[in-house]
């Protein structure tokens, strides 16, 4: 059936299954998924309404017209895509058309419920994308950059950017760790970004008892061994970490010695460049990212799934290169009317995410901004659009809204938390 032209449309929209995933109703993504109403990614899709099952591990709920996982209208089945084909200018609007020169969503949102370590990664530039694009389409399927933000729901633990150089050169002082350096500038005081380059890519490259042994000294030695606001946690998450992979993973050796930990609380973000280095360790998030699928995995996954080392290594980017780099800001979203909506911006053209956050029967106005995908991540209430038009949101549902559309918004008896990423 063709989808008549609207201001908005409901979507159902599909959840994706990784061993890192929340098993069940317990995980988020899975959970929202089965509100969508969504569709299970099975031959018959979207027929196929989707049901969590209780020993599955539900990971992301993807948002939006990546063909691997697409949306689609609710009432009609037709792909988002095929009616943003139809209409471009109307739906994403003529200036976005021309920006990007193609008449896709150029963003990604998701939902991820994360119970473990998700693979060690980096994604890869846009030069470096579009070259590999073109030599090798099954490996690297976008020709385009994917720098990506996340925002925690609930408490996240992730593994983002490196730590300040001393704070690594450090701890390659110490005995039990002295054998890490093989190569690059072996005094601490001249220790350089090429330096730690060389020390990530030794410990990727090492042997599983190398990394096994490294795992065994630093788990023996004594309590308060590391100390301080990089490496304090180093002994704590060890175990944990060993206990989800493997004491010879190297992931488990470059996310404690090499990289920040942060511990995000709900309202909070970070921004991954494109080739920077990230590791999502637990917990809920919304996650958006520029339009495109590549990533370079060398830790924290199978041996066989390891992408080529020399290539993650040569690419990695050392912004961010503490905490406080990593995080993204919230800003008061300028076209809120009633304030309870923050803006996450990340310095990237291809989209923007909001929270709006409302107490029961509260109220907002969004004004007329750029083409969006809107979800209920908490919660209940009424949307109005110009002209009088408009849609209940239920927990859970997912809506696509066209650009230049204004939205009034109020809350139901539990109050809303909603999310939109959108593009201008
Ligand atoms: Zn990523």
Known sequence: MTTPLKPFYQLKCGCNSYPWGKQGKSSLSGYLCEQTPGYAPDDKAPKTPFQAKDDEAYAEMWMGTYPTLPSYVADTDEKLQAVLDRHPNELLGKAVVDKFGHTQLPFLPKILSISKALPLQIHPNKAFSAKMHNENPDAFGDPNHKPEIALALTEFEAFVGFKPLDAVAALLDLPELKHLRTSGNASRSAFTNEDLRAVVRDILNASPETCRDTYKAITSMPSGAFTGPHNGHIQKLAPRLA????????????????????????????????DGIHAYLSGDIVECMARSDNVLNTGFCPRAERDNIEQFCSLLTFTPHDKTQCMLPAKKYWRSEKGRTQAYAPPLSEFNVLATTLGKDEDEVLGKGGAGIVIATRGSGRVDVDGGDGFDLKEGHVYFVGQGVKLSIKAGGDGLTMHTAYVE
């Open 243 to 274: 206990d989800q992979y493997s004491s010879a993973d190297p992931g488990l050796l470059v996310a404690l010695l090499a990289m920040n930990y942060l511990v995000l609380q709900p309202g909070e973000a970070v921004y991954i460049p494109a």
